[in-house]
């Protein structure tokens, strides 16, 4: 992939962080309150956890992006390829207005999309809740490829541009990034930093991340349109 995409996915991941304090807020105050209570304030031992953590979450998004680009390359055999690849454009650019709409309290649709992704979560969830208390890299780690198929809108809308690069790799990188593009507000917010997480539940800060994704989303569907049209 170019290292255009790849910028772009790390910060669609940096912009979309105030959805993903809402989403994983929960687990990332259980990886604290998880250590024993005289180890409640060492720093590494939290850090441990989280990287481990978010180091799971983020392999889940990267086999999200195998398993999908694997079955959509089985599907562009039997349709025209471009077309193929401007609808996912265009489906992502429709995904990240709302994203964007979302993240701005104007519009609440992303929630239907989640709902999509229920099935999956309601058979992984009650294995997911028994890693709690999460106390060591291990447990840690399995945690995070659980929780990172909790349904999210701003996860489907960035796997869905990532399948529209066109390739099981570009797929995979590009899921990479948008992982380590969230890393900043999981570790900072899981390590109780608090002016962090002001900045990030800031209205200021929510609607330049909405106008920047909402940009980005009309952009993508610009280019949508033109390979269709």
Same mark, same amino acid.
């Given at each position: 992939? $170019?290292e255009?995409?790849?910028?772009a996915?790390?910060?669609? %991941?940096?912009l979309?962080?105030a959805?993903?304090?809402g989403?994983?807020?929960?687990?990332? &105050?259980?990886l604290s *309150?998880g250590?024993p /209570?005289?180890?409640?304030a $060492?720093l590494?031992?939290r850090?441990t956890?989280?990287g481990?953590? $978010?180091?799971?979450? #983020?392999?889940?998004?990267v086999?999200?992006? &195998? #398993?999908l680009?694997?079955?959509a390359a089985?599907?562009?055999?039997?349709? $025209?390829?471009d077309?193929?690849?401007?609808?996912?454009r265009l489906?992502?650019?429709?995904? +990240?207005?709302m994203?964007?709409?979302?993240l701005?309290?104007?519009?609440?649709?992303?929630?239907?999309v989640?709902?999509?992704?229920?099935?999956?979560?309601?058979?992984l969830?009650?294995?997911?809740r028994?890693? +709690?208390?999460? /106390?060591?890299? /291990?447990?840690?780690?399995?945690? %995070?490829?659980l929780?990172?198929?909790l349904?999210?809108?701003?996860v489907?809308s960035?796997?869905?541009w990532?399948?529209s690069?066109?390739?099981i /790799?570009?797929t995979?990188?590009?899921?990479?990034a948008?992982?380590l593009?969230?890393?900043?507000s999981m570790?900072?917010?899981?390590?109780?930093?608090?002016?962090?997480k002001?900045?990030l539940?800031?209205?200021g800060?929510? +609607?330049?991340?909405?106008?920047?994704?909402?940009?980005?989303g009309v *952009?993508?569907?610009? #280019?949508?349109?033109?390979?269709i049209l």
């Amino acid at each position: 992939m $170019n290292e255009l995409d790849f910028w772009a996915a790390v910060t669609i %991941g940096l912009l979309g962080s105030a959805h993903c304090v809402g989403m994983c807020g929960g687990i990332m &105050a259980a990886l604290s *309150h998880g250590l024993p /209570s005289h180890q409640q304030a $060492n720093l590494a031992k939290r850090f441990t956890l989280l990287g481990a953590y $978010n180091g799971g979450r #983020i392999a889940s998004y990267v086999m999200a992006g &195998a #398993i999908l680009s694997t079955l959509a390359a089985g599907m562009s055999s039997l349709f $025209n390829v471009d077309h193929w690849l401007a609808g996912l454009r265009l489906l992502a650019g429709v995904l +990240l207005v709302m994203m964007g709409l979302y993240l701005a309290n104007l519009n609440r649709s992303l929630l239907w999309v989640e709902k999509l992704g229920k099935p999956v979560w309601n058979t992984l969830a009650p294995v997911a809740r028994r890693q +709690l208390p999460i /106390s060591k890299p /291990s447990k840690a780690v399995f945690a %995070g490829l659980l929780w990172g198929w909790l349904p999210c809108g701003l996860v489907y809308s960035t796997l869905i541009w990532a399948l529209s690069l066109g390739s099981i /790799s570009n797929t995979m990188v590009a899921m990479l990034a948008f992982g380590l593009g969230t890393l900043p507000s999981m570790f900072l917010v899981g390590a109780a930093a608090d002016a962090f997480k002001k900045l990030l539940v800031h209205k200021g800060f929510k +609607l330049i991340s909405s106008v920047l994704l909402i940009a980005y989303g009309v *952009h993508t569907l610009f #280019i949508a349109l033109g390979q269709i049209l």
